[in-house]
């Protein structure tokens, strides 16, 4: 075996140990989240709180434009996350609520109906094909990384799901905001989306946009 090779194998059997030995990284919400995530709170002033989320047992506020709400469960709010490539929250869909066209940069999803009926799909990237798909009580779906894809209450009355992702933070990006609800110039928007000058200014007064 060369020197190379052996400093290799050497490097992956530390890495391998380091993370046998550390059981858990809680997260430092007083420090900066980064793209590692939050550095570890000393391990003297974890509590079992910080493993421990209580907020999806209470409905959210549906009263909004969406008709929708989605309580987080990512490690700024649930610091015992941090590290472990995982989260999730609760979506509560009013009649006629709706989630928007969106994306989460870092996380896949997986979607369980707990309640209701949920109109729900994703686009690829690839071919821009439309994954769509109304879900029941008991049903689940994945919505792959990065992908567009939005839920849609279908049925009569209120909606619940629950959402787990593969990140501790997954981010969002809602395809309606990013393009109305800023200080995009109109101009451009109507340039790169193809809608003419009152359809923007409409949507850009709905959503709270300007330029």
Do not use: W
């Given at each position: 075996?060369?020197i190379l090779q052996s400093l290799i194998l050497l490097s992956f059997l530390l890495s391998a140990s380091h993370a046998a030995v550390q059981d858990f990284c809680v997260g430092d919400l007083s420090g900066p989240d980064t793209p590692a ?175």
């Amino acid at each position: 075996m060369s020197i190379l090779q052996s400093l290799i194998l050497l490097s992956f059997l530390l890495s391998a140990s380091h993370a046998a030995v550390q059981d858990f990284c809680v997260g430092d919400l007083s420090g900066p989240d980064t793209p590692a995530g939050y550095t570890c709170k000393k391990v003297s002033a974890v509590t079992v709180d910080d493993f421990v989320f209580s907020g999806l047992g209470m409905a959210g506020n549906t009263s909004n434009l969406i008709k929708a709400a989605v309580t987080p469960a990512f490690v700024a709010q649930f610091p015992g996350l941090n590290g472990l490539g995982i989260s999730l929250a609760r979506l509560d869909l009013a009649t006629g609520g709706v989630i928007p066209l969106h994306t989460h940069p870092a996380a896949s999803e997986v979607l369980i109906v707990l309640q209701g009926t949920i109109c729900a799909g994703f686009i690829s990237s690839s071919a821009n094909n439309v994954y769509l798909k109304t879900l029941n009580k008991g049903d689940s779906m994945i919505f792959p990384q990065g992908l567009l894809h939005f839920q849609l209450n279908s049925g009569k009355g209120s909606a619940l799901a629950i959402v787990s992702f593969s990140s501790p933070s997954p981010g969002l990006q809602i395809l309606d905001f990013a393009l109305f609800a800023n200080n995009f110039p109109s101009e451009l928007v109507e340039a790169t989306t193809f809608l003419d000058d009152a359809q923007v200014k409409k949507l850009k007064g709905v959503l709270g946009g300007t330029g």
